[in-house]
T-cell receptor
Framework: EAGVTQFPSHSVIEKGQTVTLRCDPI?????LYWYRRVMGKEIKFLLH????????ESGMPNNRFLAERTGGTYSTLKVQPAELEDSGVYFC???????????FGPGTRLTVL | DQQVKQNSPSLSVQEGRISILNCDYTNSMFDYFLWYKKYPAEGPTFLIS?????DKNEDGRFTVFLNKSAKHLSLHIVPSQPGDSAVYFC????????????FGAGTRLFVKA
């Protein structure tokens, strides 16, 4: 069974540009989560999808971030326009059940210059 | 304001000895706790979990202890192996106003051969 995949693995962009991160969850997992980790700090929750619906987006930093999950399969996270403080590693995770373990992708390292 | 705190950034242990990683939380409404392990350039992987109705859960070399009155949990690894060297994250499920998982900043464990 394929795990959670994320694309790209690295992205380097300039301040003001747009970047779109993609996550493909494990097939059949209705729950999909986005997280961000800034170097050395906690893994911070961004939002939670159940199928195509946003259940909790309280962690989204501001309206420069837009997450979508069309058709309840893969998800995208767009940052527009990117700022320096958006740099970090963005993780996607998926799960079958709400309570319990989540399966994480390898992350996308975003660097905003 | 961090709700899940791992106050030790790193821990060094001799192979074969016990590793004890600690975690404190502030929200008494948290009812499910997890530990994840993370190797460099990979996403976190689930290790072990515990519900708030229990005070101990064991899986092989890994045991998690929960002290609700102290809002404290710990992960014991016995015996420690060099392959256990990784960053360990403590996490808690937060069901208030949605569903999210709150992570600590992680503790880097070094197991010396």
């Amino acid at each position: 069974e394929a795990g959670v995949t994320q694309f790209p693995s690295h992205s380097v962009i300039e301040k003001g540009q747009t970047v779109t991160l993609r996550c493909d969850p494990i097939s059949g997992h209705d729950n999909l989560y986005w997280y961000r980790r800034v170097m050395g700090k906690e893994i911070k929750f961004l939002l939670h999808f159940v199928k195509e619906s946003k259940q909790d987006e309280s962690g989204m930093p501001n309206n420069r971030f837009l997450a979508e999950r069309t058709g309840g399969t893969y998800s995208t996270l767009k940052v527009q326009p990117a700022e320096l403080e958006d740099s970090g590693v963005y993780f996607c995770a998926s799960s079958q059940d709400l309570v319990g373990k989540q399966f994480f992708g390898p992350g996308t390292r975003l660097t905003v210059l | 304001d961090q709700q899940v705190k791992q106050n030790s950034p790193s821990l060094s242990v001799q192979e074969g000895r016990i590793s004890i990683l600690n975690c404190d939380y502030t929200n008494s409404m948290f009812d499910y706790f997890l530990w994840y392990k993370k190797y460099p350039a990979e996403g976190p992987t689930f290790l072990i979990s515990i519900s708030s109705i229990k005070d101990k859960n064991e899986d092989g070399r890994f045991t998690v202890f929960l002290n609700k009155s102290a809002k404290h949990l710990s992960l014991h690894i016995v015996p420690s192996q060099p392959g256990d060297s990784a960053v360990y994250f403590c996490a808690a499920h937060d069901n208030t106003g949605g569903f999210k998982t709150i992570f600590g900043a992680g503790t880097r464990l070094f197991v010396k051969a």
